[in-house]
């Protein structure tokens, strides 16, 4: 796989796929392009863009190099949108919105911004869930208790616990443990939960943010606060979508928006 250089040194692996406008697409928290869902995005997308698929760091294929801050995530990016020919459409769910966002807003060479249901739920949420599950989170990854993170991370996105225990049972859990250290990362980039309207208030290219209408009404009511926060951007609902959007409902959606 390709390889570009971060500034502070990380390799970060990616993916090319496709010809027409670069294209680069930012996963969310625990996945990477061998597990997730950019992969099958990207094999619809090809025949319109030139598809920019990458690991961040810790994740996959890519390097990591530490003390993490979301500032060296935003360099990645903006290393895979110059490897990409400098200037590129965004796409990035959920943390990884996050991540397209802070990156926009520090002129990452970013033509237009698509955001998939960004997770900032202290802005829906009541009371100091966060504040709680941030520091949780650390002390479980500072006892070198991988397991027991992924597992925390999981009930809080709404895994039933039944269902994490059987999970933790299965050979696969380990490749969970193995990136179980980024998800302070995504946590950072989150900012306590919080719209970064600072930042959004930077970001003056068109952008579009994207909610399912089968999901949690929290995620939509978090993804308009990210929305009426761009000073140029459009919200809409997708039919029939939850958090997992399938890739044949997004297409249509990003190929318009994107103008391919």
């Not at 998939?116 to 100091?128: D, K, L, Q, R």
């Not at 809409?236 to 190929?255: I, S, Y």
Request: proline fraction near 7%; hydrophobic fraction near 45%.
């Amino acid at each position: 796989m390709p390889v570009v250089t971060s500034a502070d040194g990380t390799e970060i692996v990616y993916e090319r796929a496709g010809e027409g406008p670069a294209l680069v697409l930012v996963d969310g928290a625990m996945c990477h392009r061998a597990a997730g869902p950019m992969r099958p995005l990207a094999a619809l997308l090809r025949d319109r863009f030139t598809v920019h698929a990458y690991d961040r760091r810790g994740r996959g294929e890519s390097s990591d190099t530490p003390p993490y801050a979301v500032a060296r995530e935003v360099e990645d990016l903006q290393a895979v949108i110059a490897r990409a020919g400098g200037r590129a459409f965004v796409y990035g769910i959920s943390s990884g919105a996050a991540l397209a966002l802070a990156a926009a807003a520090a002129g990452s060479g970013i033509a237009r911004l698509a955001l998939y249901e960004p997770p900032f739920m202290a802005e829906v949420e009541t009371g100091p869930h966060s504040k709680e599950y941030t520091e949780r989170l650390r002390e479980l990854l500072d006892a070198g208790r991988r397991g027991d993170a992924v597992a925390l991370f999981m009930t809080r996105v709404g895994v039933p616990a039944a269902v994490v225990a059987g999970m933790r049972e299965q050979s696969s859990w380990a490749a969970f443990e193995a990136i179980a250290p980024t998800l302070a990362y995504d946590d950072a980039v989150l900012t306590g939960g919080v719209v970064p309207r600072d930042l959004a208030r930077a970001i003056a290219v068109p952008s579009l943010v994207l909610a399912g209408d089968a999901g949690p009404a929290p995620l939509r009511q978090a993804a308009r606060a990210t929305a009426e926060a761009l000073p140029n951007a459009e919200y809409r609902t997708l039919p029939g979508q939850t958090h997992d959007v399938a890739p044949e409902a997004l297409t249509p959606v990003l190929t318009a928006f994107f103008g391919g």
